[in-house]
């Protein structure tokens, strides 16, 4: 089977071709893993590859809670969308925990 420019990212089953003896061959980057390419992927898909790439992560927000248990995040862009079977983007959001300790929250009654 031939891949004919058809190549997906990630795993999609929809992502095939006619094989030899009325089998499916895939064209998805997770052909790679499973063993059952079409002949042509690596010269028609992975030469075309481009992995994700991002910008630095940004500055943590403030505490969600002025007083008390709260949380903060930050995030990042993608700067290089993954194409043609390339290495996925990894996180752009990440979030941890907090105390607020607001000057406030201890003269409230």
């Not at 999609?12 to 071709?17: G, I, Q």
């Not at 790679?32 to 992927?41: K, M, S, V």
Request: hydrophobic share 20%; proline share 9%; aromatic share 6%.
């Amino acid at each position: 089977g031939s891949c004919r420019h058809r190549c997906c990212p990630g795993r999609n089953n929809a992502c095939w071709a006619p094989g030899a003896r009325r089998a499916h061959c895939y064209c998805d980057s997770y052909c790679q893993r499973t063993g059952d390419c079409c002949q042509d992927y690596l010269a028609t898909c992975r030469r075309a590859a481009v992995g994700c790439a991002v910008g630095p992560w940004g500055p943590w927000s403030g505490c969600s809670s002025p007083c008390g248990v709260g949380s903060r995040a930050r995030s990042r862009q993608v700067t290089v969308p993954p194409r043609h079977g390339g290495d996925p983007c990894p996180d752009l959001k990440q979030r941890r925990g907090c105390l607020g300790q607001h000057p406030t929250c201890g003269t409230a009654k």
